[in-house]
């Protein structure tokens, strides 16, 4: 949720951020991750919610991602009414994302991982013209865990072309 809440400071408090960078976020849903949430947050409402972490888990890693094992350990030892919450506030936040995003008037980075897309760019383009897309290789949900030098090298680029002192 940290994409949800830098967007939240930067409409808020526009003169606090000089820029904001997200990563892998979900911050304005496409229709179809909005359903697939919906499913995830119904298996995380249920009896066999940890069927339903280990889903989300498997769609949010790539096979490839050497700290799958370290995601596991760390979804498991969420309590269920943690995830529950953190699902709902998904939805209420997306209720607001796009007067939010419009709001942002500051240099933005959104760094999207190789494993799928959790907002819609091209719409989040529309409402903040000053965004900036990076695509990481190789790498699902958190690149930087597994990928941090081409993270690192995008955040420098861009801090270098938008940010000048």
């Known amino acids: 949720m940290g994409g949800m809440v830098a967007v939240e400071l930067a409409a808020k408090h526009p003169m606090l951020p000089a820029a904001i960078v997200l990563i892998s976020s979900g911050v304005l849903f496409p ?3 909005l359903e697939d949430e919906e499913k995830v947050l119904r298996g995380l409402r249920s009896v066999t919610y940890r069927t339903a972490i280990q889903a ?3 769609q949010i890693c790539l096979p490839s991602d050497r700290f799958k094992a370290h995601v596991e350990d760390t979804f498991f030892a969420i309590p269920q009414e943690q995830w529950v919450a953190h699902f709902e506030a998904m939805f209420a936040w997306d209720k607001v994302s796009a007067a939010r995003v419009a709001a942002c008037k ?3 980075l959104y760094i999207e991982d190789s494993g799928g897309c959790y907002s819609d760019l091209p719409r989040f383009s529309r409402l903040c013209p000053q965004l900036v897309i990076g695509k990481t290789v190789g790498s699902g949900h958190f690149p930087t865990l597994e990928i941090p030098e081409q993270v690192n090298s995008m955040i420098e680029r ?3 072309t938008h940010l000048s002192p």
Request: overall charge negative; aromatic content about 8%; proline content about 8%.
């Open 56 to 58: 989300l888990i498997d």
């Open 31 to 33: 229709k179809a991750a």
């Open 106 to 108: 500051l240099p933005v």
């Open 158 to 160: 861009f801090v270098e």
